[in-house]
């Protein structure tokens, strides 16, 4: 099946400082993908939807300017996470879609914790 | 807005009992509906879904029927073995979405014994 990477897998870094994690289709192109945050022991929470070629579309709530995404190829997608806090921290997922939109694959993930 | 209930965790099993996990949804239309698993330290995997109504997914010995009348998908196992502890998420694709988005449950852990 189709692969999902994220880079990186886990990333500590200082509170106010800024993050970059990266998801990458490997074998596949993805127009759209969508970010996803799971809190510990919690469900998946969309917060993005990314879009190559023009501005992602925020989930209600979701602060668009601390959590910059760039789509910048039809195979690689970025979350900036801007003046991280403690509170972000948090399991980040991105997935895309496969031929149709009820085929999704998942990354594996990225553990952020802010300092 | 649409929604996906699952039954709360952890639950702790023998190998080789019988296993449900219970899903419930809101939606509005016809939702596509999935089943996806988390094993320890990993990302999630489909497990299994459900496009219309009264289809079942299957995969690896689960199964999941889709119940219009009683919007739910609960997921079911004859005889869990130990490789099954992981997280289970029941999710759901809204119709009219046509992107991918998807709503998920809170997750239920399942722990099977030896």
């Known amino acids: 099946g189709a692969v999902v990477s994220q880079h990186p897998s886990r990333v500590i870094c200082k509170s106010g400082t800024s993050v970059k994690i990266e998801c990458r289709s490997l074998?596949?192109?993805?127009?759209?993908m969508f970010w996803y945050r799971q809190f510990p022991k919690q469900s998946l929470m969309l917060m993005a939807t990314?879009?190559?070629?023009?501005?992602?579309?925020?989930e209600q709530g979701v602060e668009k300017d601390k959590f910059l995404i760039n789509h910048a190829s039809l195979t690689l997608s970025t979350l900036t996470v801007t003046s991280a806090h403690p509170e972000d921290s948090s399991f980040y997922i991105c997935t895309a879609p496969g031929s149709s939109y009820n085929e999704q694959f998942f990354g594996p993930g990225t553990r952020l914790t802010v300092l | 807005g649409d929604s996906v209930t699952q039954m709360e965790g952890p639950v702790t099993l023998s190998e080789e009992a019988f296993l449900t996990i219970n899903c419930t949804y809101t939606a509005t239309g016809y939702p596509s509906l999935f089943w996806y698993v988390q094993y320890p330290g990993e990302g999630l995997q489909l497990l299994l879904k459900?496009?219309?109504?009264?289809d079942k997914g299957s995969n690896k010995g689960f199964e999941a029927t889709y119940r219009k009348e009683t919007t739910s998908f609960h997921l079911e196992k004859g005889s869990v073995q130990v490789s099954d502890s992981a997280v289970y998420f029941c999710a759901l694709s809204e119709e009219s979405s046509n992107t991918g988005k998807l709503i998920f449950g809170q997750g239920t852990t399942l722990q099977v014994k030896p």
């Open positions: 074998d596949f192109q993805a127009t759209t």
């Open positions: 990314s879009n190559e070629g023009s501005k992602a579309t925020y």
């Open positions: 459900a496009t219309k109504a009264d």
